[in-house]
């Protein structure tokens, strides 16, 4: 199995890093390490360098082109303002542990109060567009972090295609959209990768199951791959406690369950996903 989206290298596990990659590779889990700026782009390749199994990418993370100060699950975050540097990340991307471009996005959701909407928004699709040409150059995929933006985040990404661009396509990371939505992309050739929150019981006003438990279900094993984005979003059982790229087992397990199908079936498929996109 992969976690295909997860943040090991962060602060998170400053004191149990090393624990917690082990206890993950020897329960059979691979896992992807992903950056979300400059520093810890580059912190990701140096901890993958070191384990057979550990891969990473590089990124700007739209929550890092302005400074901002919220709370987390787990934690208090401050970010700084960040503009993507070709020529730094294009000399990230030359290890061979580096698969994918990301994760980058638009995020019109963590917007401050006190900045601008339109004109971050527009530095957001700026900064994405410097990435998607990099991942073009490259012939590497991308990691997508979208959130209350899928409409434009769609439409840039067709721009790319229909210009006979980033052939490799990549991931929407942590889906959390509708079902027409995963669809969009579903279209263009993108796949959507789902996380512990599918594993969160339904509001009461969703019934049965919760709305994105719903889209699970629609959508086609083919396009789906599975994260924890650990350490954030832990899966029931465990919620609560900070997660692990190991958990991305419940993750599977639930999938399996909402599918009707077996836990073995979405591990081959999925994984199959993974290794084809990211080329591992």
Not at 10 to 21: G, H, P, R, T
Not at 232 to 256: C, I, Q, S
């Amino acid at each position: 199995m992969i976690d295909t989206h997860c943040h090991v290298h962060f602060q998170a596990y400053k004191d149990d890093m090393d624990a917690v990659i082990t206890r993950t590779l020897e329960k059979g889990v691979r896992m992807v390490t992903v950056g979300t700026q400059s520093t810890t782009s580059k912190k990701g390749i140096g901890v993958a360098e070191q384990y057979d199994g550990v891969y990473t990418t590089i990124g700007l993370h739209p929550n890092h082109t302005c400074e901002q100060h919220f709370q987390d699950d787990l934690e208090e975050i401050k970010t700084r303002c960040e503009s993507f540097d070709m020529e730094y990340y294009r000399d990230l991307a030359k290890h061979p542990k580096v698969v994918a471009i990301g994760e980058c996005g638009l995020d019109y959701y963590r917007i401050p109060p006190e900045v601008d909407r339109a004109t971050l928004i527009e530095k957001q699709k700026v900064e994405v567009r410097k990435q998607f040409d990099l991942a073009d150059e490259l012939n590497l995929p991308v990691v997508i972090h979208c959130r209350d933006a899928h409409a434009d985040q769609v439409a840039i990404l067709k721009e790319y295609i229909e210009a006979g661009r980033m052939k490799r396509r990549g991931v929407v990371h942590c889906f959390t959209g509708t079902i027409e939505e995963a669809r969009a992309y579903h279209a263009i050739g993108f796949l959507t990768s789902f996380t512990g929150i599918i594993t969160f019981p339904p509001r009461k006003s969703e019934g049965a199951i919760s709305a994105l438990q719903q889209v699970v279900r629609d959508c086609p094993l083919e396009m789906m791959m599975l994260e924890t984005d650990a350490p954030y979003l832990t899966p029931e059982p465990h919620r609560g406690e900070r997660n692990e790229p190991w958990m991305v087992e419940f993750v599977a397990a639930k999938v399996a369950v909402l599918k009707g199908i077996t836990v073995e079936e979405v591990d081959r498929v999925t994984t199959a996903n993974a290794e084809k996109l990211f080329g591992i």
